[in-house]
């Protein structure tokens, strides 16, 4: 909401569906270069580096998360989908997606 509220094309309620219904549209809020069909940057856009900067950020010095400090384990993996399906819970809640579906299981991006 801070994005919208410092970007002038997008203080109407329109605009910011509009926004997040293109974001999801394949996808396109996970990739840094979502043009670029030969390195994307899968995990590498601005939603899901906040996110994730976000909660290493609280978590620094409280909790050691020992699959986050060994390249390779599971923790590597996991915490980029977390975030990704955060931001994409984030734009469907924009889209009024839930409005218009009866969701039980809402699928991972």
């Excluded at 060994?70 to 809640?93: M, N, V, W």
Aim: proline letters at 6%.
């Amino acid at each position: 909401m801070a994005y919208f509220a410092s970007t002038p094309k997008y203080k109407t309620q329109e605009a910011h569906e509009e926004y997040a219904e293109d974001q999801l549209q394949d996808c396109h809020f996970v990739y840094e270069d979502p043009d670029n069909e030969e390195q994307p940057g899968a995990f590498l856009s601005e939603y899901i580096l906040h996110i994730l900067t976000s909660h290493l950020s609280t978590i620094s010095g409280r909790v050691r998360v020992d699959e986050l400090v060994e390249f390779g384990k599971p923790g590597y993996l996991t915490a980029p989908a977390l975030a990704a399906t955060a931001a994409s819970q984030a734009l469907q809640a924009l889209t009024g997606f839930h409005k218009h579906h009866k969701v039980s299981h809402i699928p991972l991006v």
